[in-house]
């Protein structure tokens, strides 16, 4: 069974930062771009950051500057520092796997909290 186990989340002041991990199990990992998914109330979820197996990545564009993602293919983790977070950056963060084969995964989601 495919798992993703998200930590890091939290509150934090705006202009502040936070890294939220996603750990994955290493049969999925390793075939799978990676990525970081948000929601926030009464919103689409939408795509955060992506990061394939080759460590290309991408961004959207309200995050761009200030989000990094990361994987480390040792730890089968996958990693995204949130710089100058903005209160409007205030979501549950959902971590992504899209193997090259099978099914998407989702982890169970990791609230942050940006106060003004």
């Known amino acids: 069974q495919v798992q993703l186990q998200e930590s890091g989340g939290g509150l934090v002041q705006a202009g502040g930062s936070l890294r939220l991990s996603c750990e994955a199990s290493?049969?999925?990992?390793?075939?799978?771009?990676m990525g970081w998914y948000r929601q926030a109330p009464g919103m689409q979820r939408e795509l955060v950051a992506g990061?394939?197996?080759?460590?290309?990545?991408n961004y959207a564009d309200s995050v761009k500057g200030r989000f990094t993602i990361s994987r480390d293919n040792a730890k089968n983790t996958v990693y995204l520092q949130m710089n100058s977070l903005k209160p409007e950056d205030t979501a549950v963060y959902y971590c992504?796997?899209?193997?090259?084969?099978?099914?998407?995964?989702w982890g169970q989601g990791t609230q942050v909290t940006v106060s003004s």
């Open positions: 992504n796997a899209e193997p090259v084969s099978g099914s998407t995964a």
């Open positions: 990061i394939t197996r080759g460590g290309r990545t």
């Open positions: 290493r049969r999925i990992f390793i075939i799978s771009n």
